[in-house]
């Protein structure tokens, strides 16, 4: 086991002593986090700086440690919806403030290298949980006109540190698998290109070489369920740009690992927690610069959309007098409340989705839709799903709101 798959077991083991309890709900607003800022900031470890406001004048905070020469930039929540990786971060803050049985390691990390992470850089998108900020700017595609006050603040302060490394964190659709296959992309990575002929130089290597490093590390959690975000090249997004201007740069895209049992993504919080600390380890002892860049490519392409949060095969529809076989396709979707959300189940397609896969799979064995009546339902796209599956007239489960019962 190398050095850096021992950090990533005791990371895992002792994560609940790091883990940053104020925070757990994806519904993460600014004002959450302010208090938390200032206790990383009190302990004595993190420097805080507050780079500008946004739009609607909220504060957005940098948070350094380390003496290093290797400067490193994190910066999460572009989109105001995508927070899993900002909680993460705040887990690390209270790795490095209070790292315990893993000081040595700590230690290591914040003497070889000069962090900054920037934890939410949306908050007027995370105030109403949407992707763009006050101005419906999406941070993400605007690198090189820098319309947005937040955009600006980024380059500003990429501009003033010149990283070496660069994290990019965000949160990705949960309906995406892992290349061709029937598992969940939990985590995708990508080493954006710096030009549209997707030229790999030397800093773009060391990217790829990261991680693969990370995905060699995560396989032990999540075998079978990292993937390769789409590498296409984005004239005006940020990390294509981060990485033409210089910054070895890393994207990270969480996604979903069981949405049934852990709809608030906190097992991948702490995916989030030891990918990059064992990232941050990696690129402090240069054990990275070993890893072959073949290694990057085996990570499989992330497929679109071939993902449901539940199929219920061959199961029997009524129409028309008749039953007729399909498959239905069933999606989860997220309705906001107040402070959290409620998931709102769909029936989303129906017919032959043997070429698709879910989070959970049930084989209806020819078993008809009925209503909780036990009549002939009609089962259309876009409807709840609440129904019963019944066989030789026993009632073999039912459904409410795409949840069994």
């Known amino acids: 086991m190398t050095e850096i798959e021992q950090l990533s077991e005791k990371l895992n083991q002792n994560y609940p002593l790091y883990k940053e309890t104020a925070l757990t709900h994806r519904r993460i607003k600014h004002q959450n986090l302010l208090p938390l800022i200032e206790k990383a900031g009190k302990a004595g470890t993190f420097k ?20 290093g020469k290797t400067k490193v930039l994190l910066w999460s929540q572009m989109h105001g919806d995508e927070p899993t990786a900002t909680q993460a971060l705040f887990d690390i803050f209270n790795f490095f403030n209070h790292p315990q049985i893993l000081s040595n390691e700590a230690e290591n990390i914040l003497n070889k290298l000069n962090l900054h992470f920037i934890p939410m850089l949306n908050p007027d998108g995370a105030e109403v949980f949407k992707r763009r900020n006050a101005l419906n700017i999406d941070l993400n595609r605007d690198a090189l006109r820098q319309i947005a006050r937040e955009t600006q603040i980024l380059k500003k302060y990429r ?93 990270i895209e969480s996604g ?3 949405p049934f049992n852990d709809p608030e993504r906190q097992y991948v919080r702490k995916l989030n927690f030891i990918a990059i600390l064992s990232a941050l380890q990696a690129i402090a002892n240069h054990s990275y610069t070993a890893v072959n860049q073949a290694e990057y490519w085996k990570i499989p392409e992330i497929k679109d959309a071939k ?31 107040d402070n959290s959300f409620l998931l709102q189940s769909e029936v989303y ?22 209503d909780f009546n036990r009549n002939h339902l009609i089962l259309n796209i876009g409807d709840t799903a609440d129904f019963i599956l019944e066989k030789d007239n ?12």
């Open 307 to 337: 993902m449901f949060h539940l199929i219920i095969r061959n199961a029997r529809i009524y129409a028309s007098g008749q039953y007729f076989k399909t498959d239905i396709g069933i999606h989860l979707n997220e309705e906001p409340t």
């Open 394 to 405: 026993k009632q073999l489960l039912k459904l409410k709101n795409g949840k069994i019962i």
């Open 349 to 370: 397609d129906l017919g032959d989705l043997s070429f698709y896969h879910a989070y959970k799979e049930i084989d209806a064995d020819a078993a008809v839709i009925k």
């Open 256 to 258: 979903e690992y069981d």
């Open 159 to 251: 501009d003033t540190l010149l990283p070496d490394f660069g994290f990019n964190l965000h949160d990705q659709n949960p309906y995406y698998t892992a290349g061709a296959t029937n598992k969940p992309a939990t985590l995708s990575f990508l080493a954006p290109a710096y030009n549209p002929e997707k030229d790999i130089d030397e800093k773009r290597e060391n990217s790829m070489q990261v991680i693969a490093l990370m995905n060699t590390v995560l396989q032990k959690f999540i075998p079978g369920q990292i993937g390769r975000y789409f590498d296409a090249y984005g004239p005006t997004s940020m990390g294509d740009n981060m990485q033409k201007w210089g910054t070895r740069t890393i994207l």
């Open 48 to 67: 805080i700086q507050m780079l500008g406001t946004s739009v609607e004048n909220r504060s957005i905070y940098a948070l350094s440690a380390g003496t």
